[in-house]
């Protein structure tokens, strides 16, 4: 009996351990993480591009809707995307002037955006991100 015992606890064990980590492998939700109902436009300076995988980011210096000066953080389509569609890692610099939309975060303190749009009025450079798809 015990040894029975033991073996059904130790392929138990196995079996769980074999699996996958479902949160390792889960993705966030757009609509969990943003208010998809509202669209906020800033116009500001890109401070920083990082460009990567699975989600690039654009941090931008622009003000809020008090007027006080923030640094916004902007959640972008992936490097392999914006690589599709012609963008690259020069295409978007530090100290460019920038006009971006975007669906706002749920916590508005982390002034934070799901592209819609990024333009750059001194050449009319325009890119629509992942959140001009859910308008």
Same mark, same amino acid.
């Given at each position: 009996m015990k040894h029975r015992l033991v073996v059904l /606890? #130790? %392929? #138990? /064990? %196995?079996?769980?351990?074999? %699996?996958?980590?479902?949160?390792? @492998?889960?993705?966030? #939700?757009?609509?969990?993480?943003?208010?998809?109902? +509202?669209?906020?436009?800033?116009?500001?300076? %890109?401070?920083?591009?990082?460009?990567?995988?699975?989600? #690039? @980011?654009? +941090? /931008?210096?622009?003000?809020d809707e008090k007027g006080e000066m923030q640094t916004w953080v902007i959640e972008t389509a992936a490097a392999a995307v914006f690589a599709e569609q012609g963008v690259s890692t020069n295409t978007l610099r530090p100290g460019d002037h920038v006009i971006v939309t975007g669906v706002p975060g749920r916590i508005a303190e982390d002034h934070r955006l799901l592209l819609q749009t990024v333009e750059r009025p001194s050449d009319g450079f325009k890119y629509q991100g992942p959140a001009a798809a859910l308008q």
């Amino acid at each position: 009996m015990k040894h029975r015992l033991v073996v059904l /606890v #130790s %392929l #138990s /064990v %196995l079996t769980l351990l074999a %699996l996958p980590g479902g949160p390792a @492998f889960a993705h966030h #939700s757009a609509t969990a993480t943003y208010i998809q109902e +509202k669209t906020v436009k800033i116009d500001g300076t %890109l401070k920083e591009f990082v460009w990567r995988n699975p989600h #690039s @980011f654009m +941090k /931008v210096q622009a003000p809020d809707e008090k007027g006080e000066m923030q640094t916004w953080v902007i959640e972008t389509a992936a490097a392999a995307v914006f690589a599709e569609q012609g963008v690259s890692t020069n295409t978007l610099r530090p100290g460019d002037h920038v006009i971006v939309t975007g669906v706002p975060g749920r916590i508005a303190e982390d002034h934070r955006l799901l592209l819609q749009t990024v333009e750059r009025p001194s050449d009319g450079f325009k890119y629509q991100g992942p959140a001009a798809a859910l308008q």
